[in-house]
């Protein structure tokens, strides 16, 4: 499991990091993803880091969101900069079994985050 740390209550155009702590397995050989839901919407995922660190997004926070990982202390990390309305919800971060790319991780997430949230004000 991952342990969350980081959300709360930011300001629009704040930028906020998110922390995602590897609880029981080792975090290195596998891929890292976060996602976004609201209420009532489904679960989205916004970024994706690779094992060896090659990172992805998805079109509508290209620019704003930089994922990162730090395999010495089993963390991975979403930085949120210019937060917008929009950005609220809750963040949850997730790994897969299956090995270290992201297309790997999406066959099967073994791994996930109790969630963080987010709440913005204008």
């Known amino acids: 499991q991952f342990v969350e740390s980081g959300g709360g209550l930011v300001r629009s155009g704040d930028s906020l990091t998110l922390s995602c702590r590897a609880s029981g397995f080792i975090l290195e050989s596998y891929a890292v993803a976060w996602f976004h839901q609201t209420p009532g919407k489904e679960r989205k995922q916004v970024s994706c880091?690779?094992?060896?660190?090659?990172?992805e997004y998805v079109e509508s926070v290209k620019g704003r969101l930089t994922i990162d990982r730090d395999n010495a202390k089993e963390t991975a990390y979403l930085r949120i900069h210019s937060l917008r309305p929009e950005d609220a919800g809750f963040y949850y971060c997730?790994?897969?079994?299956?090995?270290?790319?992201?297309?790997?991780?999406?066959?099967?997430?073994?791994?996930w985050g109790q969630g963080t949230q987010v709440t913005v004000s204008s």
């Open positions: 997730a790994a897969g079994a299956y090995g270290g790319t992201c297309a790997q991780m999406r066959l099967g997430l073994e791994w």
């Open positions: 880091i690779t094992s060896n660190g090659t990172t």
